[in-house]
């Protein structure tokens, strides 16, 4: 096997850049491109398996939108001219105002040996302590809950567990859409063994119930609640593991005091499930030795999320369940390496290797680097350090592989900080993004599958990220470009690396420097990897040492823990619902709905990557606002209409969407849509910046929100080659064309919207004569630049227009009154295809299809109505729709739908029987 790009066709594997199940991919490349990705059947993490996304990347790759050159003030320039621009500015910063006037903020995208060097360089050489990461939107209270329980930051699980355990409580976790590999494996697990139970706690009925044997849909952030109980009851019941709890733990009488100072008699009704159900749950619970609790945003993205992950845990210390096969608290990641970047100190309260600011610390890290210039305290938070860069405090930062303009709460806020800080230097991918447009200094960084390095995912297993193919331009590795800025102001000799094997080793090292066992982190038996070991190296689960040179598979397993005494703490937590400055009687009069955020199945983050990708636009392709029929009656909206979602901060504009799976009075938006691809989508602006107090986590997951309907006259659909000019729309969206064609734009226009004009104007044509529109009639113009063959109906708002020169489509337009008689579009993705210049006549009449065509399998671009259609035939089970049509057969993202289609025609049938 080669892992090395070749002009010849190689096979190179390598690790998936999205969330944190850490999916190995076999790449087959050839002439410095991408033909084909697969899942790698002996990755442990996914066994062969992909999601869509994953099956999607090689999509995502080309030069387009990619920022190939550094930019200094929109100038473009060389790399030296650019590393001696941010080293001089840096320098100049920290002489006049000091090291904590620089502040870094990291991506959990990154890879651990970028990661290193921008922690070294930022914390141990310029001295500043403020330096956070994106992963403190998402894993900074598992973290907080297991340090405060294990005394160290460390997952006990692993996948395999997964499969083994015979209760799988899913909490905060739409693992079907958020980490759809792990939820297959599961599915598989569940198929084969049809006793195990499987408990959903959601606000949302999600594709993930789809599993479930019970749901609790419990009132938004009431979980702490559920987990007190639950100790509660394992006391009552006399479920309890009193030998475990007494020779390992400490903490446990105060920990059962707090959980039963609430009365059980009324949990129910403030979790807002019944009794009787949370007592089956219980039951379950005390019943089942293999318990494995897996939880993700929704427990932690809370004003209360480390006591919420500490009430989950404080459940596994009381009944001995962990460090077993099938049992433990699992806390998912959302992001490929957040765990790599918490190895290395990318969280402002961490020094590298997993060491906090003790002095003993302090002395140790800056003793290996030889440094006297580390950073003596823990630095600003996430939402803290924006608000220094606000206020002034933090005069320069370097932001690296993120978008905080879209994902950090209160988003204008962090824009406008941005706007006027002294320096902003973004290293980034792609050239447009909307913390790019903040930027005084860009900088071009290589992406996936073009650096070398590696990630650790969520069950501690460190995998290879490999070079593919070559960066384009003046693309480079951010561990290159950090060494280059730290060699310019004067800490060459420590930045000296000409590879990532030298930087993983030197991180491998420090793991095990005067580490006599009290840091659980340690790799310290890869600290001698050759060039040639290291590009060999297989996926090993941490720690590595000289007794366990083959990893570790579960952490725990002999009851000591990473405490001083040995011994892990139970805590005692007083649950609490939501806060904020808008929570209270009189916020819940202007705003009495509670917004919620999330993912969707689809698509990642900010869509800078998968927003790429066409085929991943097509199963949801519009920014949304998604409520139970009843909210949405009482808002006068209808499935498809425009909405204002409001907030105390802010207002955003988005589609409704009629979902009976969210309870009456709640809503949810999904978090990838920015100003690149929408006018008003960005949900993050909405966010009050409410954290946890001791994780800094902000509290994504629970917002006094109120909504109301946006009448919309018009709406047109536009196909363009090229992007087009939005300011005179309502509202807008975008999704590209496949093979960057170009793109397809929907819109909201006032009813007289002159779309002849706006033409003309965005093309630079001459004025031109396009006739009356008196009724119903066809035309064609060939004055100008463009011929333009166009039909009009005034009566129904329907205009369609296709401008077309040199024999080649260049633009078309649909627009109508009514939303479901534009084009489907399916056949929109096709309009910009070669075509005789004869049939542009035809096309005026659209298609034979109107309306919404939505897939439901990605892969096989398998839509709704095909689905239906082969239900209504006799395809009733999984396994006849994936031999009629292919879903379901492929990633299994998209089974949960299915099934759901399925169920709907069984009901339908019931229905028909009874009438």
């Keep these: 096997m080669t892992y090395k790009p070749s002009v010849a066709t190689s096979t190179v594997l390598t690790t998936c850049p999205y969330c944190g199940v850490g999916c190995g991919v076999r790449a087959k490349v050839a002439d410095e491109q991408i033909i084909a990705v697969s899942g790698d059947p002996q990755h442990p993490a996914n066994l062969g398996k992909l999601c869509v996304k994953g099956a999607a990347l090689a999509q995502t790759m080309g030069t387009h939108g990619r920022l190939l050159q550094p930019r200094i003030e929109g100038r473009e320039v060389g790399w030296d001219d650019a590393v001696d621009e941010v080293a001089s500015r840096l320098t100049r910063i920290r002489q006049q105002h000091g090291p904590s006037a620089i502040a870094f903020y ?124 639950l100790l509660a009851y394992l006391a009552t019941t006399d479920k309890l593991d009193n030998t475990y709890i007494k020779q390992h733990t400490d903490g446990f009488a105060a920990a059962l005091a707090a959980a039963e100072a609430i009365s059980t008699a009324t949990l129910g009704k403030r979790c807002g499930v019944d009794q009787e159900a949370l007592e089956t749950f219980y039951r379950w619970f005390a019943e089942t030795d293999k ?72 002395a140790t890290l800056s003793s290996f680097w030889n440094s006297d210039q580390l950073s003596q305290q823990p630095g600003l938070k996430a939402v803290e350090l924006f608000d220094a860069v606000a206020d002034g405090r933090i005069r320069a930062i370097w932001i690296i592989g993120t978008n905080p303009v879209v994902s950090m709460p209160n988003a204008d806020r962090v824009r406008a900080a941005l706007q006027q800080c002294d320096t902003v230097i973004v290293s980034d991918c792609i050239a447009e993004t909307d913390t790019t447009a903040t930027a005084n200094i860009l900088l071009p960084a290589a992406g996936w599958g073009e650096k070398s390095g590696t990630v650790t995912n969520s069950e501690r297993r460190i995998s290879r990220q490999r070079a593919l193919v070559s960066a384009p331009s003046d693309a480079r590795p951010d561990w290159w470009i950090l060494s280059r800025v730290a060699t310019a102001m004067g800490f060459g000799e420590a930045f000296n690396y000409s590879s990532p094997r030298q930087i993983f080793v030197e991180h491998a090292r420090l793991s095990g420097y005067h580490n006599q066992g009290q840091r659980l982190f340690n790799i310290g038996a890869l600290s001698q990897l050759s060039e040639s070991g290291y590009d060999q190296l297989q ?108 907030t105390g901060r802010g207002a955003i504009a988005v589609l409704c969407m009629i979902d009976p799976g969210i309870a009456p009075g709640q809503l949810f938006v999904p978090i990838h849509w920015s100003d690149q691809n929408a006018h008003s ?83 630079e044509s001459e004025a031109f004569d396009f006739g009356a529109f008196d009724a119903s009639t066809f035309a064609i113009t060939e004055t100008g630049p ?48 070669p075509r005789a210049i004869e049939s542009y006549w035809s096309l005026l009449c659209g298609p034979q299809q109107q309306g919404d065509d939505r897939l439901i399998c990605s892969c096989f671009k398998v839509s709704e109505a095909r689905i239906i259609a082969a239900i209504k035939g006799g395809a009733c089970s999984i396994q006849q729709l994936g031999e009629t049509l292919k879903c379901g057969s492929n990633c299994g993202s998209c089974i949960p739908e299915l099934n759901n289609l399925i169920a709907g025609r069984a009901v339908d049938q019931e229905a028909t029987a009874l009438g």
């Excluded at 633009?811 to 009514?818: E, V």
């Design 291 to 362: 318990t494995i609790t897996f939880y993700s945003m929704g427990i932690n993205q809370s004003a209360t999320g480390s006591d919420k992950c500490n009430a989950i845990i404080n459940c596994h210390l009381a009944t001995g369940r962990i460090g077993k096969p099938g049992a433990g608290p699992f806390s998912i990641t959302g992001q490929p390496n957040a765990m790599g970047g918490r190895e290395v100190g990318g969280l402002a309260n961490m020094l590298a290797a997993h060491m906090d600011y003790s002095p003993e610390n302090i």
């Design 681 to 763: 989508a960005r949900v993050d602006r909405l966010i009050e910046p409410v954290t946890d107090p001791l994780s800094g986590q902000p509290q994504f997951k629970c917002s006094r929100a109120a909504l109301k309907k946006i009448e919309t006259p018009c709406w047109a659909v536009v196909v363009s080659r090229q992007k087009i000019d939005c300011r005179g729309f309502i509202n807008w969206n975008l999704a590209p064309l496949p093979e960057q064609q170009g793109c397809i734009y929907q819109v909201a226009v006032s009813a007289d919207f002159d779309w002849q004009g706006y033409i003309s104007s965005a093309f």
């Design 106 to 229: 990291l991506s959990g995208q990154l890879l651990t040996e970028d990661y290193y060097v921008a922690n070294k360089l930022a914390k141990g050489f310029i001295g500043t302590p403020n330096v956070d990461t994106n992963s403190r939107l998402c894993m900074s209270s598992a973290v907080a809950g297991y340090k405060r329980a294990f005394g160290a930051d460390a997952v006990p699980c692993n996948y395999e567990d997964l499969e083994q355990c015979q209760l799988l409580v899913l909490t905060g976790s739409n693992a079907a859409w958020t980490h759809p590999v792990l939820y297959r494996r599961i599915a598989a697990a569940r198929e084969k063994n049809p006793a195990m139970k499987i408990v959903v706690i959601d606000p949302r009925r999600t594709a993930t119930c789809d599993l479930a044997d019970l749901h609790l849909a419990i009132t938004p952030g009431a979980d702490g609640f559920v987990f007190n109980g």
């Design 539 to 646: 996926p090993i689960q941490w720690p590595v040492t000289a007794k366990q040179p083959t990893g570790t598979e579960r952490l725990f397993a002999d009851g000591q823990f990473a405490t001083p005494n040995r011994r892990a703490q139970f805590v005692a937590i007083s649950p609490a619902l939501p806060i904020g400055k808008h929570w209270g009687k009189s916020s819940e009069n202007k705003f009495p709905l509670i917004l919620n955020s999330g993912r969707i199945r689809d698509q990642w983050h900010t869509m800078t990557r998968t927003g790429r990708a066409a085929s991943l636009l097509n199963h949801i392709d519009q920014p949304f606002v998604a409520m139970h029929p009843q909210t949405a009656a009482e808002a006068s909206l209808d499935q498809g209409d425009l909405a204002e979602v409001s």
């Design 786 to 833: 463009m011929a333009y063959a166009q039909f009009s109906d005034p009566a129904h708002l329907d205009q369609r227009l296709i401008g077309y020169s040199d024999e080649r489509m260049e633009i078309a337009i649909f627009s109508h009154r009514d939303k479901q008689s534009l084009p489907a579009r399916s056949w929109l993705q096709t309009l910009l295809n």
